[in-house]
């Protein structure tokens, strides 16, 4: 039987990262390196988005808005049954086993998974309007020679960042005081 359209496992071997990027975690690297191998469309968002566009002590699981169209998901499915893929529970050192299909993926809002038992991915679903919003306001990075991703916009990255903190939305509110007299002269 041909084996050409099954999805590649994770190739672990080390990663090379291209100047500018050597504080990227090995395991961000890996990760990406098997999204794209697998034709996996998606934006960098979360900790992995912050280190790439600079922050050097950023921490956590790398997290990805894959883009929401069919195909694609059947193709991150396929991805994560060659992966072995779980869903962590809890802090993340328990991991329970998940029938993935498309549309088990697209129902949840976030997955926390566990991909070869030492590889943490969380999938941010979101509706194609906002995949499209971000894939527009992405940059396109360059991870290693031939690795290259699109990274969500550094705005993006910091409001993700202040919900994570404050588990609200940021409000932004404009309000008129009284008018000030000027001063004639």
């Not at 071997?13 to 090995?26: F, I, M, S």
């Not at 409001?159 to 939305?169: D, F, N, P, S, W």
């Not at 940021?170 to 005081?177: C, Q």
Request: charged share 25%; net charge negative; aromatic share 4%.
């Amino acid at each position: 039987m041909l084996q050409r359209h099954r999805a590649p496992g994770i190739d672990p071997r080390p990663a090379e990262t291209v100047k500018g990027l050597e504080h990227l975690k090995h395991e961000w690297v890996v990760i990406l390196r098997w999204l794209v191998e697998a034709h996996v469309e998606h934006v960098v968002v979360g900790p992995a988005g912050e280190a790439i566009r600079g922050r050097a002590d950023a921490e956590g699981a790398i997290a990805i808005v894959p883009s929401p169209y069919s195909r694609n998901l059947d193709r991150l499915v396929g991805a994560l049954l060659a992966a072995h893929a779980r869903l962590r529970i809890g802090d993340g050192r328990e991991t329970a086993p998940m029938r993935f299909s498309a549309a088990t993926l697209a129902a949840g809002e976030r997955w926390t998974l566990s991909c070869e038992i030492t590889y943490d991915l969380d999938l941010e679903m979101s509706p194609a309007e906002r995949y499209s919003e971000l894939l527009y306001e992405a940059g396109r990075f360059e991870i290693e020679p031939g690795l290259s991703v699109e990274v969500a916009a550094l705005e993006h990255l910091e409001h993700e960042a202040q919900v994570a903190l404050t588990g609200e939305e940021p409000e932004i509110r404009v309000s008129r005081g009284p008018a000030v007299p000027q001063s004639s002269s």
